[in-house]
């Protein structure tokens, strides 16, 4: 049964690994130490309800549901850890500066934000869920979704980040 589990987690984590790491790199505003060491104490944590999931669709909504429940139990404590500053070399591709110039953007604009709020953001704007998959993500109410990403968007738009009308929370959560 152990064997058996264990193979279909590999395969789970095999494929998806990389995706869960981008989610928590947007999640930690692009800290990516911070980022891999949230991804895989969710994958530890998929692993051990692995029996309990279920089904192998419903384990990446999982390991995603308990990253952002883990950031935000972790938002009130300090980190006083190293920050590595070694960085690997981009690998340089026609179109590749832009590309990274927009993420390191995205990045310190999502780490202006409370973390709460920026959970709301990725999970909106990155992970296309509905208000109401967000609430049941967060453990709270469609009304306190919609005030998350109204007061980040607002946020955004006051830094310059945004024009007026991007991503207006009325028409970006009016599908739901």
């Not at 981008?22 to 994958?43: F, K, M, P, Y």
């Amino acid at each position: 049964m152990r064997n058996g589990r264990d193979e279909a987690f590999t395969a789970f984590m095999t494929a998806r690994y990389g995706s869960l790491l981008r989610t928590a790199t947007l999640l930690t505003g692009g800290r990516r130490s911070r980022a891999e060491d949230l991804a895989q104490e969710a994958l530890l944590r998929t692993y051990r309800a692995w029996n309990r999931i279920g089904r192998l669709e419903a384990a990446e909504a999982y390991t995603r549901t308990t990253m952002v429940r883990l950031l935000i139990k972790d938002r009130h404590r300090k980190w006083h850890a190293e920050i590595p500053a070694e960085r690997v070399p981009e690998v340089l591709r026609p179109g590749h500066e832009d590309r990274v110039t927009t993420a390191v953007a995205v990045r310190e604009v999502l780490r202006t934000l409370p973390s709460a709020q920026r959970a709301v953001l990725v999970l909106r704007f990155y992970h296309q869920l509905t208000e109401r998959e967000i609430a049941d993500v967060l453990g709270c109410s469609p009304g306190t979704v919609k005030s998350r990403a109204a007061r980040a968007l607002a946020a955004l738009r006051d830094h310059g980040f945004l024009s007026a009308s991007a991503l207006d929370p009325e028409r970006g959560f009016a599908d739901d």
